[in-house]
């Protein structure tokens, strides 16, 4: 249990240059607190007290404005940064190194009670504001940008923007797959480089009608 304590202290560390030592991480950030909760309302509802369960779990959402499901699966090294807003679903599973910011939903798209929320594998990071909805996976190292709305699979080490998301790079794999890639605020924008080319191609037709309205002068010149 104290490895763990101390393993979930140092994913913060590591992953906000805002923390300046062990006594402020625990007793200030709430992303970790609804960790903790999460794993005693977890422990009651995989030995069948689900109502015990679910009581944890609403107390955390009370007290750290986190919604954790207590049927969810989270792996080691789970962050929640700012945490506020965030929910996960029953059925939602998340692998190690995973980075939430706030305001993230993991949602589920039908009322079956089946796999109905999504599968976070390693070292996926998911923006602020973002909403993953249905039982698909994200792919290893995948990148969600803030606000985007996924609603199908993502392939690893992808970067998903807009709404509905759609992969718009494929990153090579990183060979420090220990560590998230946090740089989630350097992501491509579709839109604009659509614009871009755009203005590209106009440039090349005004240079072409120029060209052609300077042939068609000597032309003329020519035939007087």
Same mark, same amino acid.
């Given at each position: $249990? ?16 805002a923390a300046r030592n062990a006594l402020e991480i625990i007793f200030c ?37 986190? *919604? ?15 945490? $506020?807003?965030?929910?996960?679903? *029953? ?48 792919g290893k190292g995948a990148k969600i940008g803030s606000n985007s709305v ?21 990153? *090579? ?26 203005f590209d191609q106009l440039r090349d037709l005004e240079k072409k009608y ?15």
């Amino acid at each position: $249990m104290f490895k763990n304590l101390r393993e979930d202290i140092n994913s913060v560390f590591e992953r906000d240059p805002a923390a300046r030592n062990a006594l402020e991480i625990i007793f200030c950030y709430p992303g970790l607190h609804a960790l903790w909760i999460y794993r005693i309302a977890h422990w009651f509802w995989t030995r069948e007290f689900f109502f015990l369960g679910r009581f944890i779990s609403h107390v955390g959402r009370f007290l750290t404005g986190v *919604e954790i499901h207590p049927g969810a699966r989270i792996g080691r090294k789970f962050f929640i940064d700012h945490g $506020m807003g965030v929910v996960i679903g *029953e059925t939602a599973e998340i692998g190690d190194n995973v980075t939430l910011y706030h305001g993230v939903t993991l949602g589920g798209v039908t009322w079956d009670k089946i796999k109905r929320h999504p599968t976070l594998d390693d070292n996926v990071v998911i923006g602020s504001g973002a909403k993953i909805l249905g039982p698909f996976t994200v792919g290893k190292g995948a990148k969600i940008g803030s606000n985007s709305v996924v609603v199908k699979a993502v392939p690893e080490n992808a970067t998903v923007v807009g709404i509905p998301g759609r992969a718009v790079l494929a990153q *090579e794999k990183k060979e420090d797959q220990g560590k998230a890639d946090l740089q989630h605020g350097q992501l491509p924008d579709p839109e604009a480089k659509a614009i871009a080319c755009l203005f590209d191609q106009l440039r090349d037709l005004e240079k072409k009608y120029d060209a052609l309205a300077k042939e068609h002068e000597e032309l003329k010149k020519r035939l007087g």
